[in-house]
């Protein structure tokens, strides 16, 4: 591998770390100082006493939480667009990171979708855990909606990318196939 490719990778690694911590900071801790601790005391209690499980908040009714956040959004209440938005923006990248760093062969976008879903998964599954939050159906279809989202981005910039630099939509497509296999 080469200096400069090398470095290109270690850079969109240090960038995946960077993204994973700032969203498990926002997911998790809302913003606030990230506390491992706290998840371990918050885990080992609901290990010592399982049912704990029974007092947390969950909505398990799809569309739900987005039915209810799009009626407020006609009254105008700023927090709704933060939550239906937020939930899909804060997943955008990680549908350009996967195929950046997986590759954009065949099935990329199956990836990007099972892999939104996957980690999504493990957010609401450690909030309803911990109590740190709600374990929300609604949540897992917007997170893994951003991530295709970002995959859509993700390829079209690619294609436009290629455009610009001469080549057709074909050309495009095998030149960024051949990139994404060495990556």
Excluded: C
């Excluded at 270690?10 to 990230?34: N, P």
């Amino acid at each position: 591998m080469k200096p400069k490719e090398f470095n290109l990778k270690m850079i969109w690694v240090a960038a995946l770390i960077v993204y994973l911590y700032l969203l498990t900071k926002l997911i998790l801790f809302k913003g606030h100082t990230v506390d491992w601790d706290f998840v371990r005391v918050q885990l080992m209690a609901i290990a010592q006493q399982p049912d704990l499980i029974h007092t947390r908040t969950v909505n398990l009714t799809p569309f739900q939480e987005i039915s209810r956040d799009w009626h407020s959004l006609s009254l105008h209440r700023p927090g709704t667009t933060i939550h239906l938005l937020g939930n899909v923006m804060a997943f955008i990248p990680l549908g350009i990171f996967i195929p950046v760093r997986m590759g954009n062969k065949l099935l990329s976008g199956a990836k990007v979708f099972v892999l939104s879903l996957l980690l999504s998964f493990a957010f609401e599954a450690t909030q309803l855990l911990t109590g740190m939050g709600i374990f929300d159906v609604d949540d897992l279809m917007l997170n893994t909606f951003g991530g295709m989202v970002g995959y859509v981005l993700y390829t079209m910039l690619i294609s436009i990318k290629r455009m610009i630099a001469g080549g057709t939509a074909s050309t495009a497509k095998k030149e960024y196939n051949s990139n994404q296999s060495r990556g």
